[in-house]
Every structure is written in C-alpha cells, then in structure tokens.
C-alpha cells in the first residue's frame, strides 16, 4: 500500500505532466485521457465519459441514501506561449496552462484517491472534469448533455487557486463571489460612398464614437458599491484600408461585468437600447450579439458555511472576503440550479497573476485543496 507522501508524489507527477500537455477550450481529449487513466486505479462506482465534450464524471457511492455533492474542476489551457524554462514547461507552441487548472485537476484526483481510500458512508460523491471554462461554453455544454441530467446533485462545490493570497489560505465570500461577465458585439451597417463625395454614404465613425462616449458614462468601477458595473472595449473595426472609400460598416466591441446575474441583465438591456438608439440617430442598421458570457458565482450560505467548517476543522487560515472577484468563472451556471459555493485557494503572495506567460500552479497547496473538499464531502455523506 502506498503511503500518503507517495500518493501525493503521484499527484504532483501527474499535475505536471498535464501541465507539458495543455489543451485549449474544447480541445483537451488527450488530457481526458490522462484524468481516466489517473481514475481507472481508484475504483470509481462508474465513469462517465464525453459530457459536454471532454467532461469526464466519476462517481464514488455508498450502499446507503444520502445526499448527493458534486466538486468540479476544469480541463481547459489557455492560448498563451509559456516562457518558464523548467523541466515541466509546456511541449505545445502558444499553449500553456496559466490559470492553473492543472493544478485544479490534480487536486479533484486527489480527492478519488481520499475516495478510494475511504468511500463515503451515505450518499454519492461527483467529481466533475469539466472542459471549455475559459471561453464560458463548458458549464453550459455539460448542463445540456443528457448524461449530466442523471447525476442531480444537492451540493455543488469548486475552488480557484489565487495569486496575491498566502499560499493554503482560504478565501470565502457569501453571496457573489466572482462576477458576471458577458461580452457585447455591436455590428452597424450603412452606405459606402466615395470618400470625396461620403455625405452620398452613411459612415459609421460617429455612432462608433457615440457609443463607446455613453457605454462610458454607465461605468461604476468601484467594486464596493452597489451598482458596479464594469465596461471595458475591446476591439473596433470599420471600413477597409482604402483611402478611396467612406466606410460603410463596422463594429465594437466590448466586455461588461457586474456583481449579480440579476443587476447584468438590466445592464444588458441599458446597453442594447443605448446602441440601438445611436444606431437609429445615425441612421444605421444595428445587430448585438453577446458571447462568453459568466453567470455571476452566488454562494450559497449554508454551502458557504461546509467550507468555513472545513477549513476550521483542518487549521486553515481563513479569509472573509467583503467584495467579490472581478473575473468571470463558468461555475456560476451550476451555482444558479444548485446550491453550491466557490472558494479561492491562495498560491503565494509573490507568484505571478493568472493568465501570465510565467505562472505555474504551485504544487504545495495541491494537499490543502484535497483536504477541503475531502471534508466537504464527509459533513455531507457521513452518517452521524
């Protein structure tokens, strides 16, 4: 029998070697395969394969009722070349896993080692592998595959690993933890014309200018507030390179954050009617379309509460976090149907931002992550 500094030698082996092998959003078949071949040694009661793409779901039940808990992580890379230079570094040009969810599943396969090892006395425990988190398309990709609908948990439960936080502190938010976010695509339609003759066109320069000048005027960039609403631009686009020719068409695009599902919806239809307006005064065609949307992360205060006491009962330095997380995070679709709660992992005060070209998920924390979601489940399925 393996002793547990061995079995956590596995873990950091294994957080590696997907780690050389990154995969982007929708992609990562051959890192599924790696989490199944990682799986099939801790005798799950069944593995599900292909839900929603790559997702993988391995199920550990008891012989006995009880209540249903699901933890999730993600399999998704990013497309960022890495410039670390260590021996485990990405093999895959412009690919690499800088949101360290590498280090996520490493931690989910550490909690079916802790399952293998001590199945749950009631009840069903779910570790669900989701693909696609990055690009917002996962969450919502497993929730219409009909394999997921058989699996009805009672909790949901996922952590994200943050820089800037002391390495195994646990962060902990009642309410929204991370934001809403969506993206805006704003697409106008005129009239080319000669550019000497442009009043014969309808040039979309100006309603472009229009609206990103009110798009402006709705920003409440403190997080603290109320009605914090975030409005970043992203791209523009108009005419072609021909100095010959008034445009005739163009686009603009921005991201938008909010701090509830319910305040993003009414920011989205502010904006909509905002464009739309614009596009009316300038006499344009207007067509929106959103994309990579987040539901906003609501946690739940009673799943909330599982993870304090977990964190209490292990000695971890807990965090009472007054201001949600700006970023998006797909988990907040399963955090709308279920109740559930999302928590952060600190990784070191010192280590490079996610989404950096030299982060790398730091494999010391990979225990404390394990240790958490373990005793999560045991408030859940343990019979008292």
């Not at 009661?45 to 779901?57: K, S």
């Not at 009642?174 to 442009?198: R, Y």
Request: proline letters at 4%; charged letters at 25%.
């Amino acid at each position: 029998m393996e002793n547990l500094h061995q079995r956590r030698e596995a873990l950091i082996l294994l957080r590696k070697e997907l780690h050389r092998n990154p995969e982007v959003s929708g992609k990562e078949f051959e890192t599924a395969k790696r989490i199944v071949a990682f799986l099939e040694k801790k005798l799950p009661d069944e593995i599900i394969t292909e839900i929603g793409g790559a997702g993988i779901a391995a199920v550990y039940k008891s012989k006995k009722a009880g209540k249903t808990v699901l933890f999730r992580c993600e399999l998704d890379a990013l497309p960022i070349e890495e410039i670390n230079t260590f021996e485990h570094r990405s093999l895959v040009k412009g690919v690499s896993h800088k949101c360290g969810h590498d280090g996520h599943m490493a931690i989910l396969c550490g909690l079916a080692d802790e399952l293998y090892h001590n199945k749950p006395e009631t009840g069903t425990v779910i570790l669900l592998f989701q693909p696609a988190e990055e690009d917002g398309s996962g969450a919502q990709k497993v929730f219409s595959d009909p394999q997921f609908a058989l699996l009805k948990p009672d909790y949901v439960f996922a952590l994200h690993n943050l820089p800037g936080f002391p390495k195994n502190q646990i962060v902990l938010k009642d309410d929204t933890f991370t934001c809403a976010v969506n993206s805006i695509i704003i697409k106008l339609n005129g009239v080319t014309a000669h550019a000497g003759e442009p009043q014969k066109g309808i040039n979309p320069a100006l309603a472009i200018a229009a609206i990103i000048n009110q798009f402006d005027t709705v920003i409440q960039s403190d997080i603290s507030k109320e009605d914090y609403c975030l409005i970043t631009p992203i791209y523009t686009e108009m005419g072609k390179k021909a100095y010959g020719v008034s445009a005739g068409s163009g686009e603009v695009h921005f991201t938008v954050r909010s701090s509830g599902n319910s305040k993003m919806k009414k920011v989205e239809t502010k904006l909509e009617k905002l464009a739309q307006s614009i596009a009316k005064e300038y006499q344009l065609e207007c067509n929106i379309t959103w994309t990579e949307s987040f539901q906003a992360n609501e946690n739940n205060k009673e799943a909330a509460d599982l993870i304090r006491n977990a964190a209490k009962t292990n000695n971890f330095e807990l965090f009472e976090k007054e201001t949600p997380f700006t970023w998006g995070e797909d988990f907040g679709l399963f955090t709308q149907q279920y109740p559930g709660a999302m928590f952060g992992l600190g990784s070191g005060i010192n280590t490079p931002a996610l989404h950096n070209p030299d982060y790398d998920f730091p494999d010391d924390i990979i225990s404390t992550g394990i240790s958490v979601f373990h005793k999560i489940s045991k408030q859940i399925t343990n019979a008292h």
